[in-house]
């Protein structure tokens, strides 16, 4: 099972989104798992609107706090919409598992 949470963006610009990996509750221990993280525009697409992109664990692994850094190049492409997203964990024997999804709100940036 798998987190549900929301994260809003301005087109044009650089986001850093903050994911804190949960497991039944408790921060789960991202020490040695790779995390990658995608958004599509609409449920069911296989193309993706941004992404992948790998996150960057906390300098304490085992708080299961995850950067995720989406570029303003990217964003700039980006129409005013919610996509929605999944971010997964690698372990080291490969396996993956889902474990956040949600949705991003991108507005549209008023200042050009």
Not at 5 to 11: D, K, Q, V
Not at 68 to 81: E, F, G, I, R
Not at 93 to 109: E, F, I, Q, S, Y
Request: aromatic share 4%; glycine share 10%.
């Amino acid at each position: 099972m798998s987190d549900w949470t929301e994260h809003t963006i301005t087109t044009g610009d650089d986001a850093a989104l903050v994911l804190t990996i949960t497991r039944n509750g408790a921060p789960l221990d991202l020490t040695g798992m790779d995390v990658e993280w995608t958004a599509v525009a609409n449920r069911g697409d296989t193309t993706p609107a941004l992404g992948p992109y790998t996150g960057t664990l906390d300098a304490d692994p085992a708080t299961g706090r995850v950067t995720v850094v989406l570029p303003k190049a990217d964003t700039a492409l980006l129409s005013s919409h919610a996509y929605v997203f999944d971010c997964q964990v690698t372990d080291g024997p490969g396996n993956v598992v889902t474990v956040t999804r949600g949705v991003l709100h991108v507005l549209a940036g008023i200042t050009a």
